[in-house]
């Protein structure tokens, strides 16, 4: 209890800091001389640090005045820009110490990390300090893993908000790398390739207190991440593996897509030198979320119904404080908890489209430095912008989401179709093939989602199609290559096992469709065909044998459906053809004997084929009398069959329908065919004579001329009404 003089005491002391009015000093710390300046920066740093500094001398820890003393210093340095040289060390010696000694993510953690970015924004825009401020951002890389789960948040959203006002600032290659590897390692909780070697140094650095500088760690990021890709793997389409992953949080994955969609649709900060590790992040962002959607889906699956957590028993409930969520809810991950609208779906389908985007302007941003092609044939270009992207696309077209899967396969086809590949050389399509193509079919061929069985079988098919036509297009600079009988035998071999895949229809009707369209191909082009030095007699290569003997395991019959051999044709045998008769117009009028007329004439069909055309309307007339069109030269010839007794005595009794004879045009003289004609005079109406009068020893036409026997009439090529 206290005694009246200490009352006395505390209220001198009061009154004594209220005269001296210590708010004007922070206030108007810009008016202090550097000395004292460096003093009161000095001052409030001691003031706010950790527990383990107040644990060493033995003082006890208040931590709301630690914080309300770093907010004080924070000002400090703010309101003194222009005398940034003087406060810079210290204050970010101090903020680095607090966030690498710290062992759990504190609320005096948290405004440190929040502190850092706010000084790196306000203060990046200066030249020369830019360096410097990236270099501080840097030590994030070294928190510890249960540290930046709880920081991951704000550093996204300090990194989103520094690189929306203050793009054009940053524009050294290392500043880009240091601040992509950040947005990945926050965003997707990818430890970078040196995150061992980082943490273990801060662990024994804790001994000490010191903390390294921002040179090192740049140096180690820039070390790290040039053995990463100096030793790329070929048969995988992903950067890393699940169990080098710390927790994600969609919502930072989210904020981070969101940066890079600015950075790359937006800003014009692409160049040679951030190119790269844009690309790099990208494919990082998405393969997180691809991961993440899995983890969603598993914990969805095994989550307990509603009937299920009814009958658990009281023991078994998790009973939390109102308004809190376990931690395991605290990513976003679980579906019904807020995750600002974010989806992994969504998230998925927005960074595909970014790749597609890079893709596209990978050649626009390197220029000159696109067609410098290295020792093995395999240009930059293609080894550090194209290939990664393709291989991006690529790994996204097995995604056990059916939506994801479909815009993958048809941004991976509208990629590899663009102008701009079309200059590849042939070593790079066949590291196409090798890198992107082969492992993403060898991933089709797996159990993909067994609840949608259409779906996976559609991008198979698609898959399939894209291989073919690739192929076959750049078959000219593939053919050269030594490799090339082995990416044609793998083809070979994906094409057996997708039509085989699953017992699937649609795709055994389709997969012996493309390899047929290949395989002729391929022959008109002469790949089958033996080399001129060859002393074989064969006239096909080794490739054909080896091909035929692979296909014949899977579809035997191809090769003569193909290939068959082509029958010798053999020379006609003279066969007499089928007699035509040519009768009399009736059966009672008979024609003079001795006239060319009254003899039958017989053609063979071909004869009939080459010199007329004939059309049969309907049977004939039971007795007919013509009349003649038009007084011509060039009447048609009317040729009329002879009906039997019967039927005349039938027709008789009732009248004729109007129907139409057959119609015999000659187009050229047939030889030795003489074709009588109809005299227009001798014709009389049908309503007089049932039939025709006979002509007796020669054949009239119009006028009244006679025509010769063989003489045929010119017939005009229109169509005369009857």
């Not at 209220?18 to 001691?46: G, N, R, V, W, Y």
């Not at 995988?236 to 930072?252: C, G, N, R, T």
């Not at 057959?662 to 109406?685: E, H, K, Y």
Request: with cysteine; charged share 20%; hydrophobic share 40%.
């Amino acid at each position: 209890m206290l005694t009246p003089d200490d009352r006395q005491a505390q209220t001198t002391a009061a009154e004594c800091i209220q005269d001296c009015h210590p708010e004007a000093l922070f206030a108007e710390s810009k008016f202090l001389m550097e000395d004292s300046l460096m003093e009161l920066a000095k001052a409030l740093a001691f003031a706010s640090h950790g527990p383990d500094t107040h644990q060493s001398l033995g003082t006890q820890f208040d931590e709301e005045a630690a914080v309300f003393n770093l907010e004080l210093l924070l000002k400090v340095v703010l309101q003194n820009r222009d005398r940034i040289h003087s406060l810079w060390d210290g204050a970010k010696d101090h903020l680095c110490r607090l966030l690498t000694q710290s062992a759990n993510a504190s609320f005096l953690v948290q405004r440190a990390a929040v502190g850092l970015l706010r000084l790196s924004t306000r203060l990046i825009w200066r030249e020369d300090m830019t360096s410097k401020i990236v270099g501080a951002l840097s030590v994030f890389l070294h928190i510890k893993p249960l540290v930046l789960d709880k920081l991951s948040r704000h550093i996204t959203a300090g990194l989103s908000e520094l690189l929306h006002s203050n793009t054009s600032a940053v524009t050294l290659p290392h500043d880009w790398h240091v601040l992509f590897s950040l947005t990945e390692l926050c965003s997707a909780g990818v430890m970078p390739a040196h995150a061992d070697n980082l943490w273990s140094q801060v662990d024994s650095n804790e001994v000490d207190g010191s903390v390294q500088s921002e040179s090192e760690v740049c140096d180690e990021c820039d070390s790290g991440r040039q053995e990463a890709a100096a030793s790329p793997d070929d048969s995988k389409l992903i950067l890393w593996q699940p169990e080098l992953l710390i927790q994600q949080d969609i919502v930072s994955l989210g904020k981070s897509s969101e940066t890079l969609a600015f950075l790359i649709r937006e800003a014009n900060c692409l160049t040679e030198q951030n190119f790269v590790d844009c690309i790099h992040a990208v494919r990082t962002l998405a393969e997180a979320s691809s991961l993440g959607s899995i983890k969603q889906a598993s914990e969805t699956l095994h989550r307990p119904d509603k009937k299920t957590r009814g009958r658990m028993k009281g023991t078994d409930r998790i009973k939390l404080p109102k308004g809190k969520v376990p931690k395991s809810y605290s990513t976003g991950s679980v579906p019904g908890v807020p995750s600002a609208g974010y989806s992994y779906d969504r998230l998925s389908l927005q960074l595909l489209d970014l790749m597609q985007t890079l893709h596209a302007k990978a050649a626009g941003v390197f220029g000159h430095v696109a067609r410098g092609v290295s020792d093995d044939g395999v240009g930059f270009l293609w080894e550090r912008c194209w290939c990664p992207l393709l291989q991006g696309m690529a790994c996204h077209c097995y995604d056990a989401r059916r939506d994801v899967r479909q815009d993958a396969i048809t941004l991976l086809q509208r990629s590899l179709l663009i102008h701009d590949l079309q200059s590849l050389s042939g070593r790079e399509w066949e590291s196409c093939f090798k890198q992107v193509f082969f492992p993403m079919l060898g991933q089709l061929l797996l159990p993909i989602n067994p609840a949608d069985p259409v779906g996976v079988e559609e991008t198979r098919m698609r898959s399939s199609a894209l291989l073919s036509k690739v192929f076959l297009q750049h078959l000219t600079p593939l053919l050269p290559l030594p490799g090339f009988p082995e990416i044609w035998m793998t083809i070979l071999f994906y094409m057996d096992s997708f039509m085989h895949a699953d017992g699937s229809e649609l795709l055994a009707e389709s997969i012996p469709e493309s390899l047929k369209n290949m395989l002729l191909v391929m022959s008109t082009a002469g790949v089958f065909d033996a080399p001129p030095d060859e002393s074989d007699s064969s006239s096909h290569s080794q490739l054909w044998t080896e091909t035929w003997n692979r296909i014949h395991q899977f579809l035997p019959g191809l090769h003569d459906e193909l290939f068959a051999p082509t029958p010798t044709p053999r020379p006609p045998s003279p066969v007499a053809s089928p007699p035509v008769r040519r009768t009399p117009v009736a059966q009672d009028t008979q024609l003079k004997e001795g006239t060319p007329d009254a003899v039958e004439k017989t053609l063979s069909l071909s004869e009939v084929a080459d010199h007329a055309h004939v059309v049969v309307l309907q049977p004939p007339l039971p007795s007919s009398t013509f009349h003649p069109l038009h007084p011509s030269s060039s009447a048609p010839v009317l040729v009329h069959v002879p009906q039997s007794q019967d039927s005349a005595r039938q027709n008789c009794a009732t009248p004729p329908p109007p129907t139409l004879p057959l119609i015999v045009r000659p187009t050229s003289p047939a030889p030795g065919l003489a074709v009588p004609a109809i005299n227009p005079s001798s014709g009389s109406d049908s309503s007089r004579s049932p039939t025709p009068k006979s002509v007796e020893g020669e054949e009239m036409v119009d006028g009244g001329e006679a025509v010769e026997t063989g003489e045929i009439p010119k017939v005009p090529a229109s169509i005369f009404d009857i």
